[in-house]
């Protein structure tokens, strides 16, 4: 697949760190797979992936946690 943001970038297959703040929580979320462009380095995320992004984000906030840091581990 060809890098949308980039345009000359091929992307394959490997891991990305994804960030998400919402509600006074801070989620990092480390290893997380996806597709890398090997040019620019943007990464795109599986739909299947994102469900366990938002899920453990979700349960992040329901414990009230300011700041989390984790390694993906999709269910």
């Known amino acids: 697949m060809k890098c949308v943001v980039c345009k000359y970038g091929e992307c394959t297959e490997g891991k990305t760190t994804v960030t998400i703040e919402k509600e ?15 040019n620019c380095g943007e990464a795109y995320v599986s739909g299947e992936v994102t469900e366990e992004i938002l899920r453990a984000a979700a349960e992040a906030r329901q414990q ?4 989390d840091v984790r390694h993906f581990d999709a269910a």
């Open 24 to 38: 006074g929580t801070l989620l990092i979320l480390r290893g997380v797979p996806a597709k890398v462009c090997q």
């Open 64 to 67: 009230h946690i300011e700041i």
